[in-house]
Every structure is written in structure tokens, then in C-alpha cells.
């Protein structure tokens, strides 16, 4: 707890230096056909009230049977955090009334949950930092239905369709000392359930939903009281929330005030946090175990069956990345960042240098995507393709400029690199006596620099541009610069 702060990390105040503490509870939905305790469909822009069982309206009678496609996901999921997995685990109910809740309780996880303690490696771009953050826990819960307020002036609505749909809970411990660290964990932990396939991120449909919570201290002071701001739903507001919510505790502590445990909400349109409930208001949810379902139960081997057939994760994709193709931590990262990427990387690199494909793929095609507002999955520039130019230009038939253009005729065009450079006349003039020419004729119209380059070599690099522009940038760089270098006496 008393590690050595990074000053970088501090918040300067009024009176000297605070340290941020945040601790995150996401909440995931699962990937499965069906909800948690019912047959129902999780499909996403139905109907309203057009997936939902009797089991998810909480008619009289209706009893839960778990879904083991949640459970199985559950299991990866905890298996990918390097977690605890528990062969036992119980439901409880948490009592609580909202009109878009029709049991008057959620099905959760209280007191043991299907997953406990693990762990997340995250790098943080901005310091260059990589953080161990611990799990707490990771528990199955149901979702709630939702209300709509805006469709009538003084009528509301539900909406069941989410109803009971199942939610992963992850809590992490109160490791994270930033916002950049903060979001930098909330990405990665997305990054390894996409790899899953336990969840697919997407927090603009608040299928992956946060509720942050925040305290400050001196640095290395005991935790100070914290603020949980609820149901945040975009890696950018979270940064933002905690930011603001840091400024506001730090204020309230420099004027002598006390912070107050209470739930709060981000309005991004403000830039602000607003009190939801205070302490004094929070739910007493009376949890006890649910009678109806009996406590969660399988063995060992199906754990160790479900291990043997998870996927490679980031982290050890990234390792291998750096080992096989002698890539860059940093470029290494980039690419594993989504499995679509790493892919495309690995079609690529095959049989190729790595570094090569790497930076390929990150300096230039990952740029031009973003150009055009596409993602990888639909890049006009195919892996065979991309894989072509690089070769075209270790064959000494392009140099790395024409490659460039070629590039762009690909993904603007399409076809084939290899045509394109034929038909195009785009190959690189490697003959000398082609060369030979272009050099001779800069030399001979450049008759005083050819003076002033003998006493300053350094102007061989304007020579070399002028004999590139002679030959329309398809010499042969290295035969241009042996032959300027004999041609001007220059060693
Ligand atoms: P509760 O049971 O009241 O929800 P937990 O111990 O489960 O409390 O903590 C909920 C979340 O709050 C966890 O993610 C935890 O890391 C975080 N947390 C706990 N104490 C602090 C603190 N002082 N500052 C910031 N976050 C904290
Ligand atoms: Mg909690």
C-alpha cells in the first residue's frame, strides 16, 4: 500500500498532492442464445415485451432453471482472469422494487459467487506502465427489465426484453490509481472477453456497463471514503467521471468538509457527478438464498475440459508475437488489441518478416482505415494482398515509396499487386545503364553543386532526390547513391 507514487499520478490541490483510488464493478452481459433462467431470446432491437418467458415477467408459479451455457461462459470467463473457479456456488435474492424489476428481486450471487479471486496484467499507454489488478470476484446475476419514460407525457412504460438476461458482475480491488489506468483496464478486460467470445463488449448497446468507484487520499495514506458512480457506459466518461469526481472530493476535503459515502451519476453533457442516493437512502436488499434453485454444482473435470479448449489470450499472444516475429511490446500490443487484428497480423507475417508486416499494418493500414471510418474486418486491402507488397518490395521490384502508392491504388482500386505494378510500368529501375543515365544528366545540369557537394557530402541526399525525381521515383535507392557517391568522388 505504501509503494512509491508515481508523481505523474498525483492530483496537485490547494493544499499538496492526491492520489486517486478507484475499484470497478463491470457488468457484462453474456453471450448466450438464451437468459439465465429461462428460454427466452437475449436478441438485441426486438419488439418491446417480444422476448419475454413467463418465467421473465415473474408470473405466479413460473420456477427458474439455470442455463448452463452461463454457467460454461461463467467458467471461461474466470479461467481468462486467471481466477479462482468455485465447484460450489448459491443464488440469493435481492430484494428491491422498481417497476421495471416484475419479481421485486434480482436473482444474484451474494455470498459465494461462481468465481473469485484473479487478476488482470494491463499496460497503460500513457505512463508506459503495465498494473497487476486484482479481481475480487465474479458473479452471475439476472438483468433487469427497462422503463421508458419519453413515449407518452404522463404515461410510462417497461420494456422486458432484457429481463433476466444474464450479467457477469466482476469487481475488481481498489487497485487503480488514474483515469488512464482506469480506462486502460476497462479496455483490456474487454479485449480478453471478446477473445472468449463470453461477451461481446459492446457498450453502446450497455451490453458492458460500469459503476466506478472513487475515493482520494494523501499519497500513501489510509483509503479515504468513496463515491460509486453508477452505470457508466463508455471508456471515455469513465475517464471523464473520475476526473471530475476526483476535483469535486478534493474540493470538499481542502474546504474542511467530509466526504460522504453515497451513489452518484455522470451527466456528460455537464461534465459533472450528481448525487443519486446517500448512504442513509442505500437499499437495504435483505438478501437471503433463493429457495428455488439449488446450490450451483459440477466438478473439476469440466473445469479442467473448458481450460484445455480456451483460446490463446492477449497476453500470451502478445509474448509470442514479441518471441516469433521479434516485434516491439509496444507493436505487439496494438495488434492483439482485437483477435481480428492479431489474425490479419499472423496471414500476413506468415512466412514474411514480422517487423515488416507489423509495420505495415499499423503505420499504414491501420491509418488509412481509420481514414474511412472501417475496421479491420472490413479492410479493402486483403492480408494476401498486403502480404504481396511486402514481398514486391523485398524482390527489389518496388522500393518502398512506390509501395506506398501501390498501397493506395489496392485500397482504393483493388486487384492484384503484382498486375498492378506490370501494367502499370511501376517497377523499380534497377538497370544500371538506365540509372547511370539519370545520374549522369543531374550531374551535368548541376554544375555548381557538384562543386559545393565535394567539400559538403551531406548534399548527396539532393542529389539523390533529383535523380529519384528524373526517374519517377522507380530507381533503384541504393544503386542511385553507389553511383552518385563514384560519379562525385565522395566517400
Ligand atoms: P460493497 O460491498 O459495499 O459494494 P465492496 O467492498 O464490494 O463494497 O467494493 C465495491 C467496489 O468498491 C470494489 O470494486 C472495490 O474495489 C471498490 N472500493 C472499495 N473501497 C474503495 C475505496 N476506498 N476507494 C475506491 N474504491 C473502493
Ligand atoms: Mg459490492
Same mark, same amino acid.
Given at each position: 500500500m505504501n509503494a512509491p507514487v508515481n508523481p505523474k499520478k498525483l492530483i496537485k490541490g490547494a493544499t499538496g498532492d492526491w492520489e486517486i483510488v478507484i475499484g470497478m464493478e463491470i457488468h457484462a452481459q453474456v453471450t448466450s442464445q438464451a437468459k439465465l433462467f429461462s428460454g427466452a431470446s437475449t436478441a438485441?432491437?426486438?419488439?418491446?415485451?417480444?422476448?419475454?418467458?413467463l418465467v421473465d415477467a415473474a408470473m405466479p408459479g413460473m420456477l427458474p432453471v439455470i442455463n448452463e451455457e452461463c454457467v460454461r461462459q461463467a467458467i471461461r470467463t474466470g479461467l481468462g482472469l486467471k481466477a479462482q473457479i468455485n465447484l460450489r456456488s448459491t443464488f440469493d435474492r435481492k430484494n428491491y422494487f422498481y417497476p421495471d424489476l416484475p419479481q421485486g428481486y434480482q436473482i444474484s450471487q451474494y455470498k459465494s459467487p461462481i468465481v473469485g479471486e484473479g487478476e488482470v496484467i494491463v499496460d497503460v499507454p500513457e505512463t508506459g506502465e503495465t498494473i497487476t489488478v486484482r479481481i475480487e470476484r465474479l458473479h452471475l446475476e439476472q438483468d433487469a427489465g427497462k422503463s421508458i419514460h419519453d413515449l407518452h407525457p404522463t404515461l410510462s412504460f417497461v420494456d422486458l426484453? *432484457?429481463?433476466g438476461v444474464a450479467l457477469m458482475e466482476i469487481v475488481s480491488k481498489p487497485d487503480l490509481r488514474s483515469a488512464d489506468e482506469a480506462r486502460a483496464y476497462v479496455t483490456k478486460l474487454r479485449t480478453i472477453l471478446r477473445y472468449l467470445g463470453t461477451c461481446d463488449g459492446d457498450m453502446d448497446k450497455g451490453n458492458l456497463r460500469a459503476d466506478v468507484n472513487v475515493s482520494v487520499r494523501r499519497p500513501g495514506e489510509e483509503f479515504g471514503t468513496r463515491c460509486e458512480i453508477k452505470n457508466v457506459n463508455s471508456i471515455r466518461f469513465i475517464g471523464q467521471a473520475i476526473e471530475v469526481e476526483a476535483r469535486r472530493q478534493i474540493g470538499i476535503i481542502e474546504d474542511g468538509g467530509v466526504i460522504e459515502q453515497e451513489t452518484r451519476l455522470f451527466d456528460p453533457g455537464k461534465g459533472e457527478t450528481r448525487s443519486m442516493r446517500s448512504k442513509e437512502e442505500a437499499? %437495504?436488499? *435483505?438478501?437471503?438464498? %433463493?429457495? %428455488?434453485l439449488l446450490p450451483l454444482e459440477f466438478d473439476q473435470a469440466y473445469v479442467d475440459e473448458l481450460a484445455q479448449h480456451l483460446p490463446e489470450l492477449p497476453d500470451a499472444k502478445k509474448a509470442r508475437f514479441m518471441g516469433d516475429?521479434?516485434?516491439?511490446a509496444y507493436d505487439a500490443s496494438v495488434l492483439v488489441a482485437e483477435r481480428s487484428s492479431a489474425d490479419f497480423f499472423e496471414e500476413v507475417a506468415r512466412g514474411r518478416d514480422g517487423k515488416a508486416a507489423a509495420n505495415w499494418i499499423i503505420n499504414e493500414l491501420f491509418g488509412r482505415l481509420n481514414k474511412e471510418g472501417k475496421d479491420i474486418g472490413s479492410s479493402p486491402v486483403s492480408a494476401a494482398q498486403l502480404g504481396t507488397i511486402i514481398d514486391l518490395i523485398g524482390e527489389n521490384v518496388i522500393s518502398g515509396k512506390i509501395a506506398k502508392d501501390l498501397f493506395e491504388i489496392v485500397f482504393t482500386e483493388g486487384g492484384d499487386p503484382r498486375e498492378i505494378v506490370e501494367t502499370r510500368g511501376m517497377k523499380q529501375v534497377t538497370d544500371t545503364g538506365a540509372i547511370e543515365k539519370a545520374v549522369d544528366e543531374v550531374i551535368a545540369a548541376n554544375p555548381e553543386k557538384v562543386e559545393q557537394a565535394k567539400a559538403k557530402p551531406t548534399l548527396l541526399g539532393w542529389f539523390v532526390g533529383q535523380v529519384m525525381k528524373q526517374t519517377g521515383g522507380k530507381a533503384n535507392p541504393q544503386a542511385v547513391n553507389e553511383l552518385l557517391k563514384s560519379k562525385l568522388g565522395i566517400e
Open positions: 438485441f432491437g426486438g419488439d418491446p415485451n417480444s422476448h419475454v418467458s426484453n *432484457r429481463s437499499h %437495504d436488499y *435483505r438478501y437471503f438464498p %433463493d429457495p %428455488d516475429y521479434g516485434l516491439s
